[in-house]
């Protein structure tokens, strides 16, 4: 059965070969729906696109800064050429992360984190709402962290944690706007995910280590992400919105 078919879907943050992003539009792409990829780097995100191994008409790769909301009006605008107007699903996936101690952290890095993790989900989404608003139908999907959970302890600094805590209560304040159009939004907030994110060159065994006393003793994989996408994009959850799904092998319980 594919829960998507015939949807169109803008992924951003979707040119890491290991990424949540990529993941997703993975799995999207098997269930049916027509994905637009967005990143920043044109050649990364067209290597995603080839990777992928989807055909012009099911998948659209775009380069996009999310910080930018005229470059991601431009984006939204070349989705909705390439689907004859429809556009039923946003994964808010860009983001960027640095290590620094609360002391450390500059200025200059705390807007940069907030612009690309708080301000792109709002960019994003503010661009793509009024054409899910004329179809009455829609589910926005941002992806927070379980650092926005526990304060840390698993990318970041104190200004990743802001800044994805920020996503969560951006996203219950438009579940309670848009929920009148029949758009859902919800987060979810992933653990220690076997991802390329960080950049630090961890392996996925020292990672699987680091998460042996949380009750699943071992790191999450970016399918799992997906899944929890699909999930909250399909009709699966059509009673569904306002939530964080925690997705992250029991480190952080409700």
């Given at each position: 059965?594919?829960?998507?078919?015939?949807?169109?879907?803008?992924?951003?943050?979707?040119?890491?070969?290991?990424?949540?992003?990529?993941?997703t539009?993975?799995l999207f792409l098997?269930?049916?729906?027509?994905?637009?990829?967005?990143?920043?780097?044109?050649?990364?995100?067209?290597?995603?696109?080839?990777d992928?191994?989807?055909?012009?008409?099911?998948?659209?790769?775009?380069?996009?800064?999310?910080g930018?909301p005229?470059?991601?009006?431009?984006?939204?605008?070349?989705?909705?050429?390439?689907?004859?107007?429809?556009?039923?699903i946003?994964?808010?996936?860009?983001?960027?992360?640095?290590k620094?101690v609360?002391?450390?952290i500059?200025?200059?890095d705390f807007?940069?984190?907030?612009?690309?993790?708080l301000?792109g989900v709002?960019?994003?989404?503010?661009?793509?709402?009024?054409?899910?608003i004329?179809?009455?139908?829609?589910?926005?999907?941002?992806?927070?962290?379980?650092?926005?959970?526990?304060?840390?302890?698993?990318?970041?600094?104190?200004?990743y944690?802001?800044?994805?805590?920020?996503?969560?209560g951006?996203?219950?304040?438009?579940?309670?706007?848009?929920?009148?159009?029949?758009?859902?939004?919800?987060?979810?907030?992933?653990?220690?995910?076997?991802?390329?994110?960080?950049?630090?060159g961890?392996?996925?065994?020292?990672?699987?280590?680091?998460?042996?006393?949380?009750?699943?003793?071992?790191?999450?994989r970016?399918?799992?992400?997906?899944?929890?996408?699909l999930?909250?994009?399909?009709?699966l959850?059509?009673?569904?919105?306002?939530?964080?799904?925690?997705?992250?092998?029991?480190?952080?319980?409700?």
């Amino acid at each position: 059965m594919k829960l998507l078919q015939g949807r169109v879907a803008i992924i951003s943050g979707a040119s890491h070969p290991k990424g949540i992003g990529k993941a997703t539009a993975r799995l999207f792409l098997e269930h049916g729906a027509r994905v637009a990829i967005l990143d920043l780097n044109e050649d990364a995100i067209r290597e995603s696109a080839h990777d992928l191994g989807g055909n012009e008409s099911s998948l659209l790769p775009l380069t996009c800064d999310v910080g930018d909301p005229e470059q991601c009006a431009r984006a939204v605008d070349s989705v909705r050429t390439w689907s004859a107007s429809r556009i039923d699903i946003l994964v808010n996936n860009a983001a960027i992360t640095q290590k620094a101690v609360f002391q450390d952290i500059a200025d200059d890095d705390f807007d940069r984190l907030v612009r690309v993790n708080l301000k792109g989900v709002f960019n994003l989404s503010k661009a793509t709402v009024p054409f899910m608003i004329e179809r009455s139908a829609g589910s926005i999907i941002s992806i927070s962290s379980l650092s926005a959970q526990n304060g840390g302890g698993v990318f970041g600094g104190a200004h990743y944690c802001a800044a994805k805590a920020g996503v969560q209560g951006l996203t219950r304040a438009m579940a309670r706007e848009l929920g009148a159009h029949n758009i859902r939004a919800n987060a979810i907030a992933p653990g220690l995910i076997t991802t390329d994110f960080s950049r630090t060159g961890r392996s996925d065994e020292s990672k699987d280590q680091a998460a042996q006393h949380w009750p699943l003793q071992r790191a999450g994989r970016p399918h799992e992400i997906a899944g929890g996408c699909l999930f909250l994009a399909s009709d699966l959850s059509s009673y569904v919105t306002g939530t964080t799904l925690d997705i992250n092998g029991g480190a952080h319980m409700n």
